[in-house]
């Protein structure tokens, strides 16, 4: 009698609590329905060399193994693949990607070679890219980065080159084609002004303060003819309105969020604690830019946008086995996300992917025993209070440590999110966004 009352109040508990969780879940399709009816924005985040590993040092550091990241409470996820072609049998993978050919795989939609821009391999045909569908159908276009602008990530987005290397009219020797006295389009730095991107932040000022081939024009001036306003540090940026701004925050690649040691062979570096607030405050944040350009295109057409954002330096510190610093580039480019998430709150109609290119080195490994241990290391007092090991061994000492071909996270908010699951190509993400804008 007794068991028989206890399931019969098991089974109150257990109505009691699922009717009203699935009349909630039922409330929250119904309103995703209505909310997503209509997708107008698209903000795509991209974390370079922000793979799994990464991502989970970045947590267990400042936010403890229980703690979450902003990026982690985004509903939908799934993963992707990124490997590239080969450029003399693209119909052949090649497993570990460069930054070049995966980003424009998700910008073009289409598989290329290692260190082309949006073009084909072997045939080197130019591949239309999202930003430039974008524009054709009336949005506004942004593409920001806490690298030179002409890096891969962002030249991705808008240009098209047979080199990522060639990327100011003075680095042209990889690209004679694509010279504009040969008919080409130029350089990336070139196109990106000559494309007329609402929206470009980032560095990259050495670049953009070259003279123009055959000209007496640099490209700052070059941009200002085109209707752009040109700023070069953070209160210029904060002030700048029009349809058309170009920031250029530093001559090369932005300054560094943290500052730590580097990974040493056994013992290893540390046990340390990473320096913080370490960005000049002349230079804005990823967060502080992302913010800008969400201001910006919101005024510049009344269709939408669609935004590339990418914390670049995550890859460039693993590779040069800087833990502290690869992970404030992550926290960094975490804060960015919690932008993006705090503007689809008050604008649903807006798609939030967040993922990365390619993983990278960094692996969370035991407490090394003896000098055998392979590679380089260092100990970081964690935000928990432990020890945590990183581990960069993917390359002999004295070398930059190397992508690897693993297939890496992506998650996603907003109208169209629910497609983001199971294993996908880096090449869908395209698809994806160009149904969810209705781009063709």
Not at 182 to 206: C, M, R, T, Y
Not at 277 to 301: C, F, G, H, I, V
Request: with cysteine.
């Amino acid at each position: 009698m007794r068991r028989a009352r206890t399931i019969g109040l098991l089974v109150t508990i257990l109505v009691t609590i699922a009717v009203p969780a699935v009349l909630f879940a039922k409330s929250l399709l119904t309103a995703e329905s209505k909310t997503y009816k209509q997708a107008k924005k698209v903000i795509l985040f991209l974390g370079d060399g922000m793979g799994d590993s990464e991502i989970t040092l970045a947590r267990n550091y400042a936010v403890g193994a229980a703690g979450r990241l902003s990026l982690d409470r985004l509903p939908f996820v799934g993963s992707v693949t990124t490997y590239a072609v080969q450029e003399e049998k693209p119909h052949r993978p090649e497993y570990v990607t460069s930054s070049a050919a995966s980003a424009s795989g998700w910008s073009t939609g289409e598989k290329t070679s290692n260190r082309r821009i949006s073009t084909t391999p072997g045939t080197d045909e130019d591949l239309p890219t999202l930003l430039e569908l974008a524009q054709k159908a009336g949005y506004a276009t942004g593409d920001i980065t806490t690298a030179d602008l002409t890096d891969a990530t962002p030249a991705a987005a808008v240009a098209h080159v047979s080199d990522r290397d060639c990327r100011s009219p003075a680095e042209m020797k990889a690209c004679p084609k694509d010279k504009k006295s040969a008919g080409g389009p130029g350089s990336i730095a070139e196109q990106e002004i000559d494309h007329k991107v609402n929206v470009l932040l980032g560095g990259g000022k050495k670049r953009f303060s070259q003279v123009i081939e055959n000209g007496n024009k640099t490209l700052m001036e070059v941009a200002q003819t085109r209707g752009y306003t040109v700023v070069t540090d953070t209160a210029g940026m904060q002030k700048a309105q029009g349809k058309h701004v170009l920031g250029l925050f530093h001559d090369a690649d932005m300054s560094l969020e943290w500052k730590g040691e580097a990974a040493r062979p056994y013992p290893g570096s540390g046990p340390q604690t990473c320096q913080q607030n370490q960005r000049p405050a002349n230079e804005p944040s990823l967060a502080a830019m992302t913010l800008k350009a969400l201001e910006l295109l919101q005024k510049s057409s009344e269709k939408g946008f669609l935004l590339q954002v990418e914390g670049a330096s995550i890859d460039k510190q693993s590779h040069i086995m800087s833990p502290c610093q690869q992970i404030g580039e992550t926290i960094a480019f975490d804060s960015a996300v919690k932008v993006g998430l705090d503007f689809a709150q008050t604008h649903p109609e807006t798609l939030i992917l967040v993922m990365a290119d390619h993983g990278q080195t960094a692996q969370i490994i035991q407490k090394p025993e003896d000098s055998k241990q392979p590679g380089a290391f260092s100990k970081l007092i964690t935000k928990d209070g432990s020890l945590l090991y990183v581990s960069y061994a993917t390359a002999p000492q004295g070398k930059a440590q190397s992508h690897t071909g693993t297939q890496v996270r992506i998650a996603a908010i907003g109208p169209n999110a629910q497609k983001v699951s199971g294993v996908l190509n880096q090449t869908d993400i395209f698809d994806l966004i160009v149904e969810t804008l209705k781009l063709r």
